[in-house]
């Protein structure tokens, strides 16, 4: 093999990039592991951290109720609301079926140990699961929806509508994390290749605590639903995954050219 070609297909897709991700904890620590594999520099710089709920009452009630069966449904639509549950040490009986908005959702509760009854074949999203639901229940239901703070009440509002009696009760609240001085200002440089957008609150952080993104940086989001939120910030989106979760966000961004080369030797 020369020279020429093993330059345009490396072994590794993403050596070279210094890719930021957004988020930290296990999925950040997994996702910067796949990076690594694939040649890639994370810098984790969590954007967005989560905060108990400030009416913890009412949670604790909801868990409650869900553990003696009230309920015949409960909806998960983030991987963080699973980390609400396993925190609580919540007990999900046999008689209640589990929601996950995605294939995301669906492996943290599997992974923790909870069951997943069912998962939206193809909107990914609050609606879908919603359109779901509806067509699969004709009766009346009891459903628990477990939300972050600023979600949108689309699931409470379609499920009502359509006759099910729905808890809507807020899991956590969703806070910024202001980046250090250094990471900001190798974001302004361009000195980090792109970066990884995972939700709508991470694209408002982006939007606020990177002012001024070089043109060259490519700007990666999860998901149809999450770059039409980060392009009404008016971020750039150069790259959408095709699914709502890492390894095919980490797959959009690997299949580009590195955008420039920036100083990988600097420490």
Avoid: C
């Amino acid at each position: 093999m020369n020279t020429t070609s093993w330059q345009s297909q490396p072994a590794k897709p993403l050596t070279g990039w210094r890719v930021l991700v957004p988020r930290g904890g296990p999925w950040g620590d997994g996702v910067a592991a796949t990076l690594r594999v694939q040649g890639a520099t994370p810098v984790i710089a969590p954007l967005i951290n989560f905060a108990p709920s400030t009416d913890q009452a009412t949670l604790e009630q909801a868990l409650a109720d869900l553990g003696a069966g009230v309920f015949d449904w409960l909806t998960v639509t983030s991987a963080t609301t699973v980390d609400v549950l396993y925190a609580y040490r919540a007990q999900i009986p046999a008689t209640t079926r589990v929601a996950a908005v995605g294939e995301t959702t669906a492996a943290a509760l599997t992974a923790v140990g909870y069951k997943v009854d069912l998962v939206p074949d193809d909107d990914n999203s609050a609606a879908g699961m919603a359109d779901q639901l509806i067509a699969l229940e004709a009766e009346p239901r009891d459903v628990l929806t477990l939300r972050s703070e600023i979600a949108k009440p689309v699931l409470t509002e379609r499920l009502t509508e359509a006759g099910h009696r729905v808890r809507s009760v807020v899991a956590y609240r969703t806070v910024g994390v202001p980046v250090t001085d250094k990471i900001a200002e190798d974001v302004r440089s361009g000195r980090i290749n792109a970066i990884l957008i995972t939700s709508g609150s991470v694209a408002e952080q982006v939007r606020e605590q990177f002012p001024e993104i070089p043109a060259t940086t490519v700007l990666a989001a999860i998901g149809p639903r999450t770059a039409h939120d980060a392009r009404k910030l008016g971020l750039p989106v150069d790259v959408v995954a095709a699914e709502q979760t890492a390894a095919a966000l980490i797959g959009a961004v690997s299949a580009l050219a590195l955008p420039h080369a920036s100083d990988e030797t600097v420490p």
